[in-house]
C-alpha cells in the first residue's frame, strides 16, 4: 500500500538504517536502470519478508525517473553525511515517506520497518482499480512461492460477460507452512 506521508518518528534508533535501505533501493533503480535485486544488503531493517528478486518494468521506471533523480537529489546530503539522519526532521521523514511510497509501487511490495507495528508487514501486494473489466484479470499468481504478507485489492466497476477476475492463484502465496520437525 503507497504511503505518501512521512514515515514514522517511532523508527527512532532505526532510522539510519531505514534511510539507508531505501536510499540503496533508490541508486540500484537510478544507476543500474532497475536491474532486478535478489540480494539485499545485511541487515535488512523490515518487519515482514520480501518477495526477491525486487523487479521493476522498464515502462514504470521511466513514468517515474524523474521523480526518483528528484528525491535522489533531495536526500543526497543525508546520504554523503552533509546533513544528520534524525528522526526528529520532519522534511527528511517526509521525504523518505514519499520515497518510500513510489519504491512500494513501483516493486509491488510493502516495505514495513522494524518500530512500524501500526502498519502491515512487508511483503507483496497487488492493488488495482479498473473501470470495466473485458477479459482476464489477475491481482497476483505465482507458481512457486511469493512469501511473506501478502494482499490483494481489486477496485473493478464491471466484468464483462464472459470475463474473469481473480484476485490472487496460488502454489505457494505466503510463507511455506511449518513442517513438524522430527
Do not use: C, W
Amino acid at each position: 500500500m503507497s504511503d505518501f506521508s512521512a514515515l514514522s518518528a517511532l523508527l527512532g534508533a532505526g532510522l539510519p538504517a531505514t534511510f539507508t535501505f531505501l536510499y540503496q533501493r533508490l541508486e540500484n533503480l537510478l544507476e543500474r536502470r532497475g536491474a532486478p535485486e535478489a540480494d539485499l544488503a545485511l541487515p535488512v531493517p523490515l518487519r515482514g519478508e520480501l518477495a526477491l528478486p525486487l523487479t521493476v518494468g522498464e515502462e514504470q521506471l521511466a513514468a517515474h525517473q524523474g521523480e526518483l533523480e528528484l528525491l535522489r537529489d533531495a536526500l543526497g546530503a543525508y546520504h554523503r553525511g552533509a546533513a544528520p539522519v534524525d528522526a526528529d526532521n520532519p522534511e527528511l521523514l517526509r521525504m523518505l515517506g514519499r520515497l518510500r511510497g513510489r519504491l512500494e509501487d513501483l516493486y509491488g511490495q510493502r516495505l514495513t520497518f522494524q518500530g512500524e507495528e501500526d502498519r502491515q508487514p512487508s511483503g507483496p501486494f497487488s492493488r488495482q482499480k479498473i473501470h470495466t473489466v473485458r477479459g482476464h484479470v489477475t491481482g497476483m499468481h505465482a507458481d512457486d512461492t511469493i512469501s511473506g504478507h501478502a494482499e490483494t485489492d481489486q477496485d473493478i466497476t464491471t466484468v464483462a460477460e464472459g470475463a474473469t477476475v481473480t484476485g490472487m492463484r496460488a502454489r505457494n502465496i505466503g510463507s511455506p507452512p511449518k513442517r513438524p520437525q522430527r
